[in-house]
Structure formats: structure tokens, C-alpha cells
């Protein structure tokens, strides 16, 4: 009989701990392929993720941030960059208390996302303004907390790559100047390599409080990392841009 094992957060969850999986082979699938099958079956946070029923390990990534950091509030309205396949907005949902009537949760990604109960969420590109002033009005004008996990699709050419994810974390951020209430929160996927500076800057002059983190769900040798920005002071964009949608 397994015994259950604690998982990110200190609940339990069941898996074969200490047991290699390898996928069989299959025709036609490459060897990174293979390799990373192989990586996602002996994972042991896609296990807890999936006995969890979180859609996605990432669920798991945004749960440690959280815990450590205390980004996501009760009864805050939350706006998720890139939410499919919807982990982060599983846990935003149970962690505002969304099915008990409380908070706002709105996601938009390019993908088909599942839907969450009670949360609002789009297909589509902000960069489109008709949809982004259709975020603004579902969440009520504001939001507290502004969440992006997007990530370009990765070429494998570290330094195209890295320009590729910080032209969205540029995106995100300007979403996030928009919309947040004074003292809220920003998150972010932010992989370093020196393109990401001029969005840091931004980021210090109008937030209190910036820096990285990255929690143990993030695979270490991974490029991936996060930056959080606390404190919004609400400077820079004019409620009157915010509704008309205009661009900083």
C-alpha cells in the first residue's frame, strides 16, 4: 500500500515515491519528446497537481508564491494574463472564495480555456483594445492582484527566446498599470537575461516593493523565474486612459 506523502502545500497526496517511470517508445515521437514524457511521469508536482485536481503543475507554482508572499487576498478581484489551462485560476478561485459569492476573477488567453465556476474568461489577444476594455468592465473598473503566466513559445534559441517573453512581460505589465487599485499586486513570468531591465525600472518606480522569486514547482534548471511587484502607487496611468483603453 502507498503511503501518502505531503505535498507543496503540507496536504497529502499518493504517488510511488523513489520509482522510475519510462515512457515506451513510441513511433515517430523525437527523443526530446521522449525526454520529456519521461520527465512530466517522474515529476512528483504534475502527481500532486493531478491527485489535487489542479489542471497543471503551474497551480502548484502560484500556491508557493502565495504562501510565501501572500499575494492573493479574500474577496480580491484577480485578472489572469494567459490563463489557459487554468491552474492559476483554479487556485485564485478557491483562495478569494469565489464559489461563496466573494471576489472577481476574470482570465484571457489566445488558447481554449475550461471553464471555472464563476470566473469570466475570454478568448482573445489584449493587445486588442475592444477586448481589453471588455476585461476592465468584468472586472468592475479595478482589480487587486494581476497575475501572468505567458510565455512564448520557445525556439530553443536562449536569447531570441528570452526577447520573446519579455516583450509579453512588457504587455502584462502595461495591463497591470491599468487596472490595479493603489497597493496592488503584480505577477509576473520573467526570465533573466538583461532585455527585462527597462520593465524592472517601470516596475520599481510605481510599485514599493519588486523582486524575483521562484518557487520549488519550477523545475532548477530552468530558465524560468518570476518577478512580484507590490505596492502599486496608481501614478502613472489617468483613470480617464484607463477607461478609454489607451496605451501608456
Request: charged share 30%; hydrophobic share 35%.
Amino acid at each position: 500500500m502507498t503511503t501518502p506523502k505531503k505535498g507543496s502545500s503540507g496536504r497529502s497526496y499518493r504517488g510511488d515515491a523513489g520509482v522510475t517511470i519510462t515512457p515506451k517508445k513510441s513511433r515517430g515521437r523525437t527523443e526530446s519528446s521522449r525526454r520529456w514524457i519521461q520527465r512530466q511521469l517522474n515529476d512528483p508536482f504534475v502527481a500532486e497537481a493531478k491527485a489535487r485536481g489542479f489542471r497543471s503543475r503551474a497551480a502548484l507554482k502560484l500556491e508557493q508564491m502565495d504562501q510565501k508572499n501572500k499575494i492573493i487576498k479574500p474577496h480580491d478581484a484577480v485578472l489572469d494574463l494567459g490563463c489557459a489551462p487554468g491552474g492559476w485560476l483554479q487556485y485564485a478561485s478557491q483562495k478569494i472564495g469565489l464559489t461563496q459569492g466573494h471576489g472577481r476573477l476574470v482570465g484571457i488567453d489566445l488558447l481554449d480555456t475550461d471553464p471555472v465556476p464563476g470566473a469570466d474568461i475570454l478568448k482573445g489577444d489584449i493587445n486588442d483594445d475592444a477586448m481589453m476594455r471588455e476585461l476592465i468592465r468584468l472586472l468592475g473598473g479595478k482589480a487587486d492582484v494581476v497575475l501572468s503566466d505567458m510565455a512564448a513559445d520557445t525556439t530553443g534559441h536562449r536569447a531570441t527566446d528570452h526577447l520573446r517573453t519579455t516583450a509579453l512581460l512588457d504587455i502584462a505589465l502595461d495591463m497591470a498599470c491599468r487596472v490595479l487599485n493603489p497597493g496592488g499586486v503584480f505577477l509576473a513570468k520573467c526570465f533573466r537575461g538583461g532585455a527585462e531591465k527597462d520593465a524592472l525600472d517601470l516596475m520599481r518606480r510605481d510599485f514599493a516593493i519588486v523582486k524575483h522569486v521562484k518557487p520549488a514547482a519550477s523545475r532548477q534548471e530552468s530558465v524560468e523565474s518570476y518577478v512580484l511587484a507590490s505596492g502599486y502607487r496608481g501614478t502613472n496611468i489617468s483613470d480617464d486612459d484607463t477607461n478609454a483603453g489607451g496605451m501608456r
